[in-house]
């Protein structure tokens, strides 16, 4: 298994969790980008957005509802955050295991590419 986000799913590789159910967890960012950075995966290997199946826009939707969730926890919501996917080598995509960002906790950057 050479998937890092698999890894950290499967507890064979150390990560700050604060969030997991049946579908997803949700980590602290190893290299984190603004004072809240938390990085939220499906515990099934979807290798980038480009991947997911029709069938699994759920499985998206579910992810959005646990970030806004943990903007709120983390205490981001009121002033404003930013969600983010990667997709593909010039989406800027480096870790090949579908992920959401959530950014926070200052001014975020307005350039969008
Ligand atoms: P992306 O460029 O969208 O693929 O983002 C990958 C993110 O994963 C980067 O922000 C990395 O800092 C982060 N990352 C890589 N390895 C780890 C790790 N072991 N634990 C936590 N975050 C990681
Ligand atoms: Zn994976």
Redesign the pocket.
Known sequence: MEC??CQ?VAGK?P??IIYQDDEVIA???????SPT?V?IIPRKHIASLAELAEGEASLMGHMVNIANQLATKEGVAQNGYRL???CGQEG?????HL?L?LLGGRQLSGTMG
Do not use: E
């Open positions: 890092v986000f950290i590789l990560s700050d980590f602290r960012d190893i290299n984190p980008q950075h990085l983010v996917v990667n800027g995509q480096l870790v090949p992920h960002h």
